[in-house]
């Protein structure tokens, strides 16, 4: 099966502009999560998704939204970016009906704020 | 915060070696899995470690789990240089649906 994909790797932006990250995950996985890693803070649950609702979600701002359509693809938006928002982020698939089980990590969106 | 703690932060061995590398974490949990990264990249899992489970190998890979001290331990045995990463404990709380990561280690493994 191929892995989890991300498009773009790498992107550039500057501040108060939004960004949108998209995340295919492993055939049949239906949960999608998606993670925030910076230096400063780690890496940080943003969000999950699993069926097309979001079960479950981080201590992150509103701009910080996301989406899953029928066919688990799924994507996070980033609006009115700022500095602070520059990080690696991370989008991850489980077949299980619950993140518990093991988590498949893409390779991630380098996002850079200008 | 529910994050673990991992120390040390920072481990430097030569090959042939065995690393250990420490979590701590805060409430009590579901289950307890350790990743690898390689600089700067996606996440690989290595292994997963239930409540009620005290200890499980895969390969070089050794973690034991002692909940009643909530912490966890990675060993790897007869390190490479291509074990050279950073490797992170993500716990999921009990009731909770999601991963909380530690800080992780560096491991750097000399040839």
């Known amino acids: 099966k191929a892995g989890v994909t991300q498009t773009p790797r790498y992107l550039i932006k500057t501040r108060g502009q939004q960004v949108t990250l998209s995340c295919s995950p492993i055939?049949?996985?239906?949960?999608v999560s998606w993670y925030q890693q910076t230096p400063g803070q780690g890496l940080q649950f943003l969000f999950e998704?699993?069926?097309?609702?979001?079960?479950n979600k981080g201590n992150f701002p509103g701009r910080f939204s996301g989406r899953q359509f029928s066919n688990s693809r799924s994507e996070m938006n980033v609006s009115t970016l700022e500095l602070g928002d520059s990080a690696l982020y991370l989008c991850?698939?489980?077949?299980?009906?619950?993140?518990?089980?093991?988590?498949?990590f893409g390779p991630g969106t380098r996002l850079t704020v200008l | 915060s529910q994050q673990g703690e991992e120390d040390p932060q920072a481990l430097s061995i030569q090959e042939g070696e065995n690393a250990t590398m420490n979590c701590s974490y805060k409430?009590?949990?579901?289950?307890l899995q350790w990743y690898r990264q390689n600089s700067g990249r996606g996440l690989v899992h290595l292994i997963l470690?239930?409540?009620?489970?005290r200890e499980k190998h895969s390969g070089r890979l050794r973690v034991t789990l002692d909940t009643s001290k909530k912490s966890s331990s990675l060993l790897i045995t007869a390190s490479r240089a291509a074990d050279t990463a950073s490797y992170f404990c993500?716990?999921?709380?009990?009731?909770?649906?999601?991963?909380?990561f530690g800080t992780g280690t560096r491991l750097t493994v000399i040839p």
């Open positions: 409430t009590s949990i579901n289950n």
């Open positions: 470690i239930r409540s009620n489970e």
């Open positions: 991850a698939s489980s077949s299980d009906s619950s993140v518990r089980d093991t988590q498949y």
């Open positions: 998704y699993f069926s097309e609702t979001q079960r």
């Open positions: 055939s049949g996985h239906r949960s």
């Open positions: 993500a716990t999921v709380a009990t009731g909770a649906n999601n991963l909380f």
